[in-house]
């Protein structure tokens, strides 16, 4: 990419973190609800008329939606995402505590699926039409129906409670806690990902250089690994950025069902408690990573396809 792209995909990105910081503080300004009386019934107060008018005061709750906005703008510009109300520490440090169990979960459950994907979709688009693009079609049918919460909590009835090959109260973060909500995950996006790697490898399978090497004689799978599978790894690339940015920003339920500690079960409970400055903490951490994620797919075209490199 140019400096003058680069700069271009900078403005775009402030532009797209304005608005949706913006919206998302305007949504749960607007959210039923009062945060300061939600943090006092959860800490034992009687929220009391003058008790309630002088923690909104404490916590500028009692200001203009525009000055709310402004001074959280500015505090995060600084440095400062404010203080938790329902966990009672700074925005920034209960993110960054919550932020490596769900990015070490996403990376995990992105490696069973590109485990899973990549050679399905491969088969099923080789052996188009035959019994083995009919079964790779129909277990992805399967898993595209169903819900990943039904899927987790059927694993965790299987191996938590029969089996007892996991604890069911979860809590914690090493490996073995890791294993189920990994495999929820990846299931749940194994078979989109096994039908787009199968549809870019069919177009590529189409291509008049493919009907080419085969009338000079170059054997099939010569063909499927130094010339199909490169053309089409720009498609697959881009929807792995897309898949491990949605595995971020989409792990909420999966993690409630595991009690993981990441960042999805964390802003849920800052939704239910109306925990402005971690609920805008939360959207500004996942839209800048999927951004940065989206952009490190478009740099890494320029590896994969010189070509582009030269067009730009």
Known sequence: MSKKQIGKRLLQILVVLFGVTFFTFALTYLSPGDPAEIMLTECGNLPTPELLEQTRHELGLDQPFLVQYGNWLKGVLTGDMGNSYAFKIPVAEKLMKCFWPTMKLSLFALLLMIVFSIPCGILSAVYQNKWPDYLIRGITFMGVSIPSFWIGLVLLSIFGVQLRWVNVAGGTTDFKAMILPAVTLAMSMSSKYTRQVRNAVLEELRQDYVTGARMRGIKEGAIL????????????????????????????????????????????????????????????????????????????????????????
């Open 225 to 312: 690994w130094k010339h199909v599978l490169p053309n089409a790894m720009l498609p697959i690339v881009t929807l792995l950025g897309l898949s491990l940015g949605s595995l971020l920003g989409g792990t909420a339920v999966v993690e409630i069902i595991y009690n993981w500690p990441g960042m999805g079960s964390m802003a849920i409970k800052a939704i239910s408690c109306r925990d402005y400055p971690m609920v805008q903490g939360y959207v500004l951490v996942i839209a800048v990573l999927y951004m940065a994620i989206n952009i490190l797919v478009d740099l890494s075209y320029t590896w994969l396809d010189p070509r582009i490199k030269e067009v730009n």
